[in-house]
């Protein structure tokens, strides 16, 4: 025989552990019972002729086992399905909360920027509103005091022409050519000097906005762009207009000069005055309406006028 054959061996397959410690413990059982069985017994009890067949483990039952695991894993399969929908569940929830909470957010910010708005809009109307009422009163002021002038110059006018009368005709040609030369006059006559500075100060605010209490440099009331004009010549007037008409020296309006204040009411109690430009025109703030214009005097006839210069 070859010394490189195949001998075969004669070792018996080793068992594994775990069928060694089951067969064991059977046997073991088994023994332990046959032996407390012949204890228990008689004395004189036969001897055991006949031997019992212990199950062996392929008689157990595998089929119940196997249902009883299948059983369990669906239990754990079905347990981990209703955990994994629980925390859907949950995050969803936890969604729909965070945008109904924006969603809150944005309409309350809405809100509150339509109630401004709101608000913004009625103060807007009721400035307005309270604004047409103040220019209301004004021009009504206006009307009453030049029907107080009428009535006052159309008086004066009937006992002058009854004086006239009386005195002969050429003190009545005397009179109507003093006043064609004054008129002609201020239709003729340039500023000069400080008055030259007055007059293009208030000329160069045309178009300027009109704000009541306005002192420049964009708006203006009438009081304030007097003070202003006056100030380049060095002559600080008092704020408001029935303290301007009340300084310098009252003058005809027959006989302006340009620099001159114009103003309308009563010289002491005045409610709006403006400067004389010179060309039977002036230059005033007028109203919200038309801001700072220049205008003629027959536009809106002045009740006197001043001199300071």
């Known amino acids: 025989m070859s010394h490189s054959a195949h001998i075969p061996s004669h070792r018996k397959p080793r068992r594994s552990a775990s069928k060694l410690a089951l067969r064991a413990g059977v046997a073991g059982g088994v023994l332990g019972t046959i032996a407390v069985a012949g204890a228990a017994g008689p004395a004189n009890a036969e001897p055991v002729t006949e031997t019992i067949e212990m199950p062996t483990l392929g008689s157990l039952d595998t089929a119940g086992l196997a249902s009883a695991v299948a059983a369990s894993a669906e239990a754990s399969q079905q347990e981990a399905l209703d955990q994994s929908l629980e925390t859907q569940e949950n995050a969803a929830l936890q969604k729909a909360a965070k945008e109904a909470k924006k969603a809150k957010a944005e309409a309350d910010r809405k809100a509150e920027a339509e109630r401004a708005e709101k608000a913004r809009a009625e103060a807007e109307a009721k400035a307005k509103a309270e604004q047409e009422r103040k220019e209301a009163e004004e021009r009504a002021s206006r009307d009453r005091e030049r029907t107080q002038l009428s009535t006052a110059s159309t008086s004066g006018s009937s006992s002058t022409v009854s004086d006239s009368g009386s005195s002969g005709s050429g003190s009545s040609g005397t009179s109507d050519s003093g006043s064609s030369t004054g008129s002609s006059s201020n239709e003729t006559q340039a500023p000069s000097g400080s008055a030259a500075a007055i007059v293009a100060f208030a000329r160069a605010q045309i178009g300027d906005a009109y704000v009541m209490g306005g002192t420049g440099p964009n708006s203006w009331d009438c009081s304030g762009l007097v003070q202003a004009a006056y100030r380049q010549a060095n002559i600080d007037l008092p704020r408001i207009s029935s303290s301007q008409s009340s300084m310098g020296t009252s003058v005809s309006l027959s006989n302006l000069q340009p620099g ?39 536009w809106d006839t002045p009740s006197g006028a001043v001199r300071i210069l």
């Open 260 to 298: 001159d204040i114009l103003y309308w009411g009563s010289r002491s109690g005045s409610y709006h005055v403006a400067i004389y430009v010179g060309g039977g025109k002036y230059v005033g703030a007028q109203n919200p309406s038309t801001g700072v214009v220049e205008r003629s005097l027959d």
